[in-house]
């Protein structure tokens, strides 16, 4: 069982914006960071920290917190953005170990 | 920029050990990151095996941990992943990643509790079958 609470799956018409949750005691500690992942690809990371983006990450992918839960934005979905999208901490134990939450299936309309 | 590669065999005898090697390219193994191993079975989510910062110091997921080594060689700039008594359960995508626990914001500053992974290997298939 994962320590990192995710919906399975979601959906967003086109054009609209989406909220991707995370909940987990950890995440009060520490920041979540996100994921981005399509078939047959290698995940990449799309927000880090309080609300980073990588080089390369379009400005519509935007991260939040409060509490024991992380949110990944998407504000305007596009097409592309059809993908599995998997948040990841530091665990709540205080041993430094990594934690993933399940997942969840985003799909656009 | 940094480049991860996987490479080792794809398929493994049940009961025997997974050997996987992450060469890195375009940056030090010795800078201040954790070179980590996370594994996707078929059709599942993500799983976190473990990691080693260039120290040797290791964290592993506790639900591996009786199984797993993680080791680093900086001569060759590569680390490596052994799993043993491996099962059909271990049949996976295996990737390995950079990891960190801070950042710089934008205004410069250090930022702790940050972790994630910023670079992938684009994942190697491991078959567990006789």
């Known amino acids: 069982s994962s320590e990192l609470t995710q919906d399975p799956a979601v959906s967003v018409a086109l054009g609209q914006t989406v909220r991707i949750t995370c909940q987990g005691d950890s995440l009060r500690s520490y920041y979540a960071s996100w994921y981005q992942q399509k078939p047959g690809q290698a995940p990449v990371l799309v927000i880090y920290g309080k609300n980073n983006r990588p080089s390369g990450i379009p400005d519509r992918f935007s991260g939040s917190s409060s509490g024991n839960t992380a949110s990944l934005t998407i504000t305007g979905a596009q097409a592309e953005d059809e993908a599995d999208y998997y948040c990841?901490?530091?665990?709540?134990?205080?041993?430094?170990?990594?934690?993933f939450g399940g997942g969840t299936k985003l799909t656009v309309l | 920029q940094v480049q991860l590669q996987e490479s080792g065999p794809g398929l493994v005898k049940p009961s025997g050990t997974l050997s996987l090697t992450c060469a890195v390219s375009?940056?030090?193994?010795?800078?201040?990151?954790?070179w980590s191993w996370v594994r996707q079975p078929p059709g599942k989510g993500l799983e976190w095996i473990g990691e080693i910062y260039h120290s040797g110091s290791t964290n592993y997921n506790p639900s591996l941990k009786s199984r797993v080594t993680i080791s680093v060689d900086k001569s060759k700039n590569q680390f490596s992943l052994k799993l043993s008594s491996v099962t059909a359960a271990d049949t996976a995508v295996y990737y390995c990643a950079r990891g960190l626990d801070h950042y710089y914001d934008s205004s410069g500053y250090y930022v702790d509790g940050g972790y994630y992974m910023d670079v992938w290997g684009k994942g190697t298939t491991v078959t567990v079958s006789s």
């Open positions: 375009g940056g030090s193994i010795s800078s201040s990151n954790w």
């Open positions: 990841n901490s530091r665990d709540s134990s205080g041993n430094h170990l990594g934690v």
